[in-house]
T-cell receptor, first 112, second 115 residues
């Protein structure tokens, strides 16, 4: 089985930095995704980490520690449009396939 | 290129009626996934296909749910008979085999309300 935990909700101020954590327990771990989902819309891809360490992509960075079963998404210079749900998803490799299982998501509210 | 296309975007039906949701994946993608999203459970994997073949349907909640993929460009998810607890947003997503990240591309979703 799999267990993916992330906070239900977070709030932050425009211009600030916020870190959204995700812990997981799974077999056959291959990598970890972060997706962004605005209300009423489909999830969209943000990042994918396979190796330990930090990957930076503009204002967004994602970190992975495979030994600790831990990841975080770091959002810098927050903007109002960053208000959305952020989904952590664990990718399990089975016979060459990559099957993502999602956490419940963290609803981020950015206020002025 | 067109993304994943789902229809209908919204459906309201009465308990006991049959519901059919449709999906056209991105051309060239080998994997197709059906997910269901609710406030209570989040995004749950129902079933996925590889090269049109169902690989894992362990997430399908009951025998009332069935999915088919008759060809590489079309899949359906059917609920018969529907119940109020089936109300949710149903997402279809596709990805490439060994495409590096296995990134999922989602359709806009089908919002189902069963009265």
């Amino acid at each position: 089985g799999q267990n993916i935990d992330q906070p239900t909700e977070m709030t932050a101020t425009e211009g600030a930095i916020v870190q959204i954590n995700c812990t997981y327990q799974t077999s056959g771990f291959n990598g970890l995704f972060w997706y962004q989902q605005h209300a009423g819309e489909a999830p969209t891809f943000l990042s994918y980490n396979v190796l330990d360490g930090l990957e930076e992509k503009g204002r967004f960075s994602s970190f992975l520690s495979r030994s600790k079963g831990y990841s975080y998404l770091l959002l810098k210079e927050l903007q109002m449009k960053d208000s959305a749900s952020y989904l952590c998803a664990v990718s399990r490799g089975t016979g060459g396939s990559y099957i993502p299982t999602f956490g419940r998501g963290t609803s981020l509210i950015v206020h002025p | 290129d067109a993304g994943v296309i789902q229809s209908p975007r919204h459906e309201v039906t009465e308990m006991g009626q049959e519901v059919t949701l449709r999906c056209k994946p991105i051309s060239g993608h080998d994997y197709l996934f059906w997910y269901r999203q609710t406030m209570m459970r989040g995004l749950e994997l129902l079933i996925y296909f590889n090269n049109n073949v169902p690989i894992d349907d362990s997430g399908m909640p009951e025998d009332r749910f069935s999915a088919k993929m008759p060809n590489a460009s079309f899949s359906t998810l059917k609920i018969q008979p529907s119940e109020p607890r089936d109300s949710a947003v149903y997402f279809c997503a596709s990805s490439q085999d060994r495409g590096g990240t296995g990134e999922l591309f989602f359709g806009e979703g089908s919002r189902l309300t069963v009265l």
